[in-house]
């Protein structure tokens, strides 16, 4: 089975700070890889597909990058909304697995 | 506008028996494949099942297999996961997800919460 990890697990900024959260396969996976978001309480929203292709009806402010092990998730300027839990998620084979997930809050 | 909602979760013994359903609406069903994602309490999301628009490819993840079974029935707009052999570490919040493209979850249902206790 194919292994996401990401990082850092948590992190705390400021409104208006770009933030950047990694995720890393334990094989490439060419560009099979997707981004979600999930507020507190809430299903996870699909946010990033195919590394870098932003989902219809997601801020501009998210962006998506990288191919092979090595993928970023970028908030341009983080605000109040954006507090969440995000992760990766591959989808080269069966079965499908999901990053452990980072929790980004405001400072 | 796309509208999956799950039903049938509850206090289960272990050992036992449940099925989830999941009633969609707003686009054509039967042209799409459908996953079930759980998520343990306070826990990360895992991958559990795969059907096929058809029904004609199945997968289950090894945590589930041969104990759970995904099924759909497109004449009613609903897709269906039978779960026995119930554990402790089967409680969850599961969600249904429509699979947009492949691999790519682009809705899912509010998640119906599966809790394993004597």
């Known amino acids: 089975d194919i292994q996401l990890t990401q990082s850092p697990s948590s992190l705390s900024a400021s409104v208006g700070d770009r933030v950047t959260l990694t995720c890393q396969a334990s094989q490439d996976i060419r560009n099979f890889l997707n981004w979600y978001q999930q507020r507190p309480g809430k299903a996870p929203r699909l946010l990033i597909y195919g590394a870098s292709t932003l989902q219809t009806g997601v801020p501009s402010g998210f962006s998506g990058g990288g191919s092979g092990t090595n993928f970023t998730l970028t908030i341009t300027s983080l605000q109040p909304e954006d507090v969440a839990t995000y992760y990766c998620?591959?989808?080269?084979?069966?079965?499908?697995?999901f990053g452990p997930g980072t929790k980004v809050d405001i400072k | 506008e796309v509208h999956l909602v799950e039903s049938g979760g509850g206090l289960v013994q272990p050992g036992g028996s449940l099925r989830l359903s999941c009633a969609a609406s707003?686009?054509?069903?039967?042209?799409?494949?459908l996953n079930w994602v759980r998520q343990a309490p306070g826990k990360g999301l895992e991958w559990i099942s795969y059907?096929?628009?058809?029904?004609?490819?199945?997968y289950h993840a090894d945590s589930v297999k041969g104990r759970f079974t995904i099924s759909r029935d497109n004449a009613k707009n609903s897709l269906y996961l039978q779960m026995s052999s119930l554990r402790a570490e089967d409680t969850a919040v599961y969600y249904c997800a429509r699979e947009g493209q492949l691999g790519l979850f682009d809705f899912w249902g509010q998640g119906a919460l599966v809790t394993v206790s004597s």
């Open positions: 059907i096929s628009a058809t029904s004609s490819t199945i």
């Open positions: 998620q591959h989808y080269d084979n069966v079965p499908i697995t």
């Open positions: 707003g686009f054509t069903f039967e042209s799409y494949s």
